[in-house]
C-alpha cells in the first residue's frame, strides 16, 4: 500500500513567483519528490499570498486537518521555507 501524502504550496508574493519558488514550481518539485518514492498524492493545497510568520492560513490549516484526520500520512512540501520561517 502506498502511503498517502498532501502537498503544500505557498507564495507570499508576486516576486517569489517570479523568482522560481512559483506555484507551478513547486508543485512540480512536490509531485516529482512522490514519484521518486512512490507516494500517493492525495491534494495539493496552496496558499497564495500568505506569510511563513503565522501557522494560520486557510491552506495550512487544511493540510494538518487531513493528516489529523488520517486522510493522509506525510506533508510534502517543496522547501521548508514554504511551511514555516526557519
Known amino acids: 500500500m502506498k502511503t498517502l501524502a498532501v502537498g503544500y504550496i505557498r507564495v507570499s508574493t508576486d516576486k517569489q513567483a517570479d523568482n522560481g519558488v512559483s506555484l507551478a514550481a513547486q508543485r512540480c518539485k512536490i509531485e516529482a519528490y512522490a514519484s521518486l518514492y512512490d507516494l500517493e498524492i492525495v491534494e495539493v493545497i496552496q496558499d497564495a499570498g500568505g506569510s511563513a510568520k503565522t501557522l494560520q492560513r486557510d491552506g495550512l490549516q487544511r493540510?494538518?486537518?487531513l493528516?489529523?484526520?488520517g486522510k493522509?500520512?506525510?506533508l510534502?512540501?517543496?522547501k521548508l521555507d514554504r511551511?514555516?520561517?526557519s
Open 83 to 85: 511551511l514555516t520561517r
Open 67 to 69: 493528516l489529523d484526520a
Open 63 to 65: 493540510a494538518l486537518a
Open 76 to 78: 510534502i512540501v517543496a
Open 72 to 74: 493522509a500520512d506525510a
